[in-house]
């Protein structure tokens, strides 16, 4: 039962850097989303997805793109990193979403990215 | 834009305790979610409310939405040390979902 897996855990990159980090669900689910978590801010969002091929930004979009190629996966990308990008990365996913019926969100594990 | 405002920030009590954390809004939700969660790793889902008064309880847990669906809280009655973590609520609209910054709690034995 993998249920949502991020690659890398952990990575450390210099300023000016680029990366891509990769989130897999395997529960069928439309709804894909990446979160930042640092101390004391709680979970922020970043980008998300409704479906397959869309995507729409979140609280925190600035700096970071992203991709629904397939729906499986949702790809987190950081063209030119910076200091201020240091954070845990948070990927989630549910079902479709209605105002009556808002599905749980499952999370991974999370990704620690360190910027130099 | 909107928010949810978490109160306390931080919350150290001793085992047996009991304790409420609140999440609030100028905004209107049409539910909201608490989450729990523990270092290294991700949140999990404790409940999810979508009623205005709605009241729910999980064992220990009693969880209340407001009346005009703002706001929310968290009861927790004789608290254990596995209580201990970072308790978020979440709400959301046409599929995207913010949380608030979260209550650190901290059961002591």
């Known amino acids: 039962n993998a249920g949502v897996t991020q690659t890398p855990k952990f990575r450390v990159l210099k300023t000016g850097q680029s990366m891509t980090l990769l989130c897999a669900q395997d529960m069928n689910h439309e709804y894909m989303y990446w979160y930042r978590q640092d101390p004391g801010m709680g979970l922020r969002l970043i980008h998300y997805s409704v479906g397959e091929g869309t995507t729409a930004k979140g609280e925190v979009p600035d700096g970071y793109n992203v991709s629904r190629l397939k729906k499986q996966n949702f790809l987190l990308g950081l063209e030119s990193a910076a200091p201020s990008q240091t954070s845990v990365y948070f990927c989630?996913?549910?079902?479709?979403?209605?105002?009556?019926?808002?599905?749980?969100?499952?999370f991974g594990e999370g990704s620690r990215l360190t910027v130099l | 834009t909107q928010l949810l405002e978490q109160s306390p920030q931080f919350l150290s009590i001793q085992e047996g305790e009991n304790l409420t954390v609140y999440c609030n809004s100028s905004s209107v939700f049409s539910s909201l979610q608490w989450y729990r969660q523990e270092p290294g790793e991700g949140p999990v889902l404790l409940v999810t409310v979508v009623t205005g008064g709605e009241v729910k309880k999980l064992k220990r847990l009693t969880f209340q939405f407001g009346d005009a669906r703002k706001d929310s809280s968290l009861h927790i009655t004789a608290a254990q040390p596995g209580d201990t973590g970072l308790y978020l609520c979440a709400g959301g609209s046409q599929g995207n979902l913010i949380f608030g910054k979260g209550t650190k709690l901290s059961v002591k034995p």
């Open positions: 989630a996913s549910r079902t479709q979403w209605t105002s009556l019926t808002p599905g749980e969100l499952f």
